[in-house]
């Protein structure tokens, strides 16, 4: 629930950033950036045409994409500390029902694998400690799947963005050199320039885009590994404490 929250308020923060973004391209830039690149941004968006609105839109995105990642990717978010010494000391005194009530009222990938193996000790009358490990352990490894695969959302448009900027290159010279195979004597030079404008535009947008996402997937990805490396030894942890209790049997209550 926390996490969908977190969600709807990056992508509102999203659509904020949008209509920003689209004002400071209609908006005349400063003359040192004009006199540096031989255009202001408003005609270098003119030049770019529709692929620079796909590059804006996906850009806010990634944006969106990486505030989301801030607030799902922390310890608190995947391992809650508070959580992890209740359910030790619910398990420590065998009330694994409330150790249940708590996992279903704090969702987090550390309650998902916690009720896996309350379900599995409820369910399979002789439960074994291998049954049980095995278990939590396909479990742990769906959620570090979900973990660490969300991270791949700002690969995909590290990868889609030059894609982006290349194809509005090949429309650029296209464009350059439709002009001159039409006819090169009436042959345009302001045809000619929109044309190579649109197609190096495009491309430095579609790179500015592609490597801050590239640069913040290396760093989420290693975060969400750290990430997952904790959740291993807190699953570890659980499982120890529950097989000390266990003794063989199951011995949850049923009805």
């Not at 996402?213 to 291993?232: G, K, P, V």
């Amino acid at each position: 629930m926390r996490a969908k929250k977190a969600m709807l308020f990056t992508l509102a923060c999203a659509g904020w950033l949008t209509g920003a973004f689209a004002q400071e391209a209609a908006a005349p830039a400063p003359e040192a950036v004009a006199q540096a690149y031989g255009m202001s941004f408003a005609q270098a968006w003119e030049y770019g045409g529709w692929i620079m609105w796909v590059l804006a839109a996906i850009s806010v995105f990634a944006l969106a994409m990486v505030f989301y990642f801030l607030t799902v990717l922390r310890s608190g978010a995947i391992i809650p500390r508070e959580l992890m010494v209740d359910l030790m000391a619910q398990i420590s005194s065998g009330n694994l029902n409330d150790v249940r009530r708590l996992c279903e009222r704090h969702p987090c990938p550390l309650s998902a694998i916690t009720l896996t193996a309350l379900d599995c000790l409820r369910n399979v009358p002789q439960c074994d400690i291998a049954l049980l490990r095995s278990t939590a352990e396909a479990e742990g490894t769906r959620q570090a799947d979900a973990i660490q695969g969300q991270t791949e959302l700002l690969l995909d448009i590290a990868t889609i963005a030059p894609l982006l900027g290349l194809l509005g290159t090949v429309l650029g010279m296209l464009t350059a050199f439709g002009s001159v195979a039409s006819d090169i004597a009436s042959a345009k030079p302001v045809v000619l320039a929109a044309g190579v404008s649109q197609a190096l535009v495009t491309t430095i947008f579609g790179l500015f885009v592609a490597i801050p996402c590239m640069a913040f997937y290396a760093w989420f990805r290693r975060r969400a590994s750290r990430q997952i490396a904790n959740l291993e030894a807190a699953t570890s942890e659980l499982l120890t404490a529950l097989i000390g209790k266990c003794d063989g049997t199951a011995f949850i209550d049923r009805n």
